[in-house]
């Protein structure tokens, strides 16, 4: 996946991260380069959002790759301890 890049919208300087960050907090930013006021209507913070998300999203797959497997096993032991009590509180019922 391929990382946000915004540019100046006066010279065309590539805006650090952490000045997209500020940006997508509603904040203008000055570019480094020129140092003209770069305010966050000026670029299309939706897409920027979207593409964050989605990003995130990617990240908890990745989290989900990698530790998923022990995760549903702890996950699915968990359920059947509880299937179990639920069944004895069901059979005491009966
Ligand atoms: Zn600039």
Do not use: V, W
Request: charged share 35%; with cysteine.
């Amino acid at each position: 996946m391929k990382d946000i890049i915004i540019n100046c919208k006066e010279c065309g300087a590539r805006i650090p991260p952490e000045l997209i960050k500020k940006l997508m907090n509603n904040e203008s930013i000055y570019c480094e380069r020129c140092g003209i006021e770069n305010l966050p209507i000026d670029f299309n913070l939706q897409d920027l959002k979207e593409h964050l998300k989605s990003k995130t999203l990617n990240n908890y797959k990745e989290i989900l790759k990698t530790s998923g497997n022990r995760f549903f096993t702890m996950m699915k032991s968990k359920i059947n301890e509880i299937k179990e009590d639920i069944e004895l509180k069901l059979k005491k019922i009966d």
